[in-house]
């Protein structure tokens, strides 16, 4: 995780026990309903923290593909270039190896 998405979360896990702390001192509902209150509360700030893991999942993953896909393009086009260059030797030493057939038949033929 990023340490710009580590510090929100730590920003956020801050706040919400902070403010549950207030919450509690201050409030006017007898102990059952601030305890209920204070267990949504946490179920909710469990599930945007669930939430939010996810989307920082999902952005890394996207990350991680978007970099293997332009490392595989770059080497796709390295070995492109590399099997051009390759075919140019092959072409220039057949061409040379036709040269001399081509000379040794002209004599033959003599």
């Known amino acids: 995780m990023s340490n710009n ?3 929100t979360l730590l920003a ?3 706040g919400a026990a902070i ?3 207030i919450g509690i001192l201050f409030a006017p509902d007898k102990g059952t309903k601030t305890r209920e209150k204070f ?3 946490y179920d909710d700030a469990i ?3 669930k939430h939010k893991f996810e989307n920082a999942s999902e ?3 996207s ?3 978007h970099n293997k896909k332009k490392e595989l393009q770059e080497t796709y086009e390295e070995l492109i270039s590399n099997v051009s260059h390759k075919t ?3 072409i220039s030493f057949l061409e040379s190896k036709l040269a001399d057939l081509k000379e040794q038949n002209a004599k033959l033929q003599k």
Do not use: M, P, Q
Request: aromatic fraction near 4%; avoid cysteine.
């Open 5 to 7: 998405a580590g510090n």
């Open 39 to 41: 267990k949504d509360g």
């Open 59 to 61: 952005e890394l993953k």
């Open 47 to 49: 599930k945007d923290l």
């Open 12 to 14: 956020l896990l801050t």
């Open 88 to 90: 140019e030797d092959v």
């Open 19 to 21: 403010g549950a702390g």
């Open 63 to 65: 990350k991680f593909v």
